[in-house]
């Protein structure tokens, strides 16, 4: 340490010894007084007899005696064996005029430390008693500080016993400081950083624990605001906390203004410094309070409460931990696990609620697979193992078990592995999700049941599309029969002819209804079939010889079309071929008739094409004013598509549209 530095104060500084001297011989004692106190180490108190020594012993400090052997009330053995029973270690040398060794050896029998002759040469004399007492009072020095290390040491004995059984950290600390007061003599006692204490918030743990004795009080209280009084000083000598030493500030002792102020508002003299760290961080320090002066540790004292520090300092981050961490996981509402070599060596109180066992029953005698439902342990097992191995980091598993009372629960396992003391430990957390599991069932069956109510619907829907194509289908079937009782009725055979035109118009949008109340899913019918049935059903109806006029539908795909375009295209389809059957083929009434169907890129083209005699040559569609033509241009409007016309070895009509599937299919 720096010698000049405020409150530190080196080991080598002499101390005075008092020491109390008893002969009846007053010039003699003030002779031996006047030379022992001349060396500058004792301050000498003379007392004529027994009884006057014995009464300053019991309020004085006194830390050797020297005494005559020979006195007129009580000799020197007698103060000796009474000063012994009283201070069984306190320093004691006998004086005497009488070489004689009987008295020689039974001053040493009563527990005399030295027993010396009076001489002549008082001056020789005097140097070799200062010498002797020296060594005694050294010695005894020595012996109570290895004493008071020992009390020391059984205290933190015993505060480590309790702490390490789980007693509270603060409340230990405040009976330990009580302790080491008791011990040590000190009037009060702090540890922690009382710097900080304005930091605090309600429910936060301390930063400083404070004991004071009834004597350091001041009317059976602690001096007022102490804690501040503690941070006021912590503040005035923070230029020694960053110093890993102890130090001490010891009043008169180059105090500043603001030390000495707290020293005399505490009513203290010496104050001892010990650093305290928490982890790998300074805490603060343990701070013992002292009326008397000091102004140095003994080794046995620095080495008792440095032992005192690392063991505060380890509990206090022992506490830490378990305030932050431990705590946390105690009060989780997750199973918090630990495993190693394949037994439970912590489960938290949620773990074993899980359960329903004890947390002694589980760590005794469960494994974590036995835990589970038979079909789940191999699978827990081998998880485990694969964590184990380093094959997988972690495992998530859902998992079946069975609580105390038979009841089943589910839950979510979660496991990962750890390095502890270099063995290998297993984490894990465990989440009871049997009430979710439980509602999820019931949303299932509630989807179920959904689900069957929503066919049922849907097949009375379709049922009811069914019936309204099949009913639409049965009018217009009826309509077409009316005209055709009508053409019968009408020798006219222009009328006739129309009355047919009409008819087998009305046949293409009932062949589609009845197409769709046959297929699957009633929204879309196959558009080269239903093209198919109108060409055929309108040969039918001219009522040609077989084999005239042949008719072919070809497609690459089937093509599915709607009702909203199938009767567009239905009705085009019906000029197309009706207009070939009255005018391609004049001559012998035979030939044939092609339509396929292709798709490109979401469009369909059908290309209608009859091997007849072409159109007229002045043929032009968008001029040409016949119903049929503007029939067939406004219906491709109808279904957004395009349609042209070109003659030659026949006519040909390709029509293109695209197909939108807007409705979506019930299978």
């Avoid at 104060?9 to 005075?16: A, D, M, N, R």
């Avoid at 503007?630 to 070109?646: D, K, R």
Wanted: hydrophobic share 40%.
């Amino acid at each position: 340490m720096d010698s000049g530095s405020t409150g530190i104060i080196q080991s080598q500084v002499v101390t005075i010894i008092p020491i109390l001297f008893v002969d009846d011989n007053r010039e003699l004692a003030n002779i031996f007084q006047f030379y022992l106190e001349k060396t500058g180490l004792f301050t000498v108190h003379v007392c004529l007899d027994g009884d006057d020594a014995l009464e300053f012993l019991n309020g004085n400090e006194v830390q050797a005696i020297v005494s005559d052997y020979d006195m007129p009330e009580m000799d020197g053995i007698t103060l000796l064996r009474q000063v012994r029973n009283l201070h069984p270690q306190l320093p004691f040398i006998m004086l005497t005029g009488n070489d004689s060794k009987e008295i020689a050896i039974e001053a040493l029998n009563a527990g005399a430390d030295f027993y010396q002759n009076k001489g002549e040469d008082l001056e020789i004399q005097v140097l070799d008693l200062s010498h002797k007492i020296t060594i005694l009072v050294e010695k005894a020095r020595a012996e109570a500080a290895i004493q008071r290390k020992d009390r020391i040491l059984e205290v933190i004995g015993h505060t480590a016993g309790r702490l390490l059984k789980g007693e509270n950290f603060y409340a230990e600390m405040m009976v330990t400081l009580r302790d080491i007061c008791q011990v040590t003599g000190a009037v009060g006692a702090f540890i922690g950083n009382p710097i900080q204490h304005g930091e605090e918030l309600p429910g936060d743990v301390p930063n400083v624990v404070t004991w004071w004795t009834g004597e350091g009080m001041h009317n059976g209280t602690y001096p007022k605001d102490i804690r501040n009084l503690f941070s006021d000083l912590a503040i005035a000598t923070s230029k020694h906390w960053d110093k890993d030493e102890h130090f001490i500030l010891t009043s008169g002792t180059e105090t500043s203004p603001s030390e000495q102020q707290v020293l005399d508002t505490l009513n203290i003299t010496s104050v001892v410094f010990l650093p305290v760290s928490s982890g790998n961080e300074r805490w603060g320090f343990l701070s013992l309070f002292y009326k008397e002066s000091k102004i140095h540790l003994s080794d046995p004292e620095l080495y008792a409460f440095s032992m005192l520090t690392k063991l505060a300092g380890a509990a206090r981050y022992r506490a830490y931990m378990e305030e932050y961490f431990k705590n946390p996981v105690e009060k989780s509402l997750v199973g918090v696990f630990l495993i190693k070599n394949n037994r439970f060596i912590y489960i938290n109180p949620r773990f074993s609620t899980i359960f329903g066992y004890s947390r002694t029953d589980i760590i005794r005698s469960k494994s974590l697979p036995g835990l589970f439902e038979e079909e789940d342990v191999e699978l827990v097992m081998t998880t485990l193992s694969d964590i184990q191995s380093g094959w997988r980091e972690n495992g998530h598993l859902e998992v079946k078990a069975r609580h105390r009372d038979g009841s089943l629960i589910y839950l979510e396992l979660y496991v990962t592995m750890f390095r502890c003391n270099d063995s290998p430990c297993l984490i894990g957390n465990c989440l009871d999700i049997t009430a979710r599991k439980e509602a999820e069932e019931k949303a299932r069956a509630s989807e179920e049941l959904l689900k069957q109510n929503m066919l049922t619907s849907l097949h009375e829907k379709e049922t009811l599309l069914r019936e309204i194509h099949h009913r639409v289908k049965n009018n217009m079937q009826i309509i077409a029969s009316l005209l055709r009782l009508s053409g019968f009725k009408s020798g006219n055979p222009e009328v006739h002819d129309i009355i047919r035109d009409c008819r087998n118009r009305i046949f293409s949008m009932t062949s589609i209804h009845e197409k769709l109340y046959e297929t699957d899913d009633l929204v879309r019918v196959p558009l080269g079939s239903y093209i198919r049935d109108i060409g055929n059903r309108i040969i039918l109806e001219f009522e040609m010889e077989e084999g005239r006029i042949s008719y072919v539908v070809l497609e690459d795909e089937p093509v599915l079309v709607d009702i909203n375009t199938g009767i567009p295209i239905g009705l085009i389809m019906n000029e197309l071929i009706t207009n070939s059957i009255k005018h391609a083929f004049p001559v012998d009434g035979k030939g044939s008739i092609e339509v396929s169907l292709s798709s490109d890129n979401g469009c369909k083209t059908i290309r209608y094409h009859d091997t007849g005699v072409g159109l007229p040559i002045d043929f032009h569609s968008k001029k040409h004013t016949s119903l049929g033509i503007e029939l067939i241009h406004n219906l491709t409007h109808q279904i957004m598509g395009t349609v042209s016309f070109t003659s030659g070895s026949g006519m040909t009509c390709v029509l293109s549209f695209p197909v939108q599937h807007r409705v979506t299919s019930f299978s």
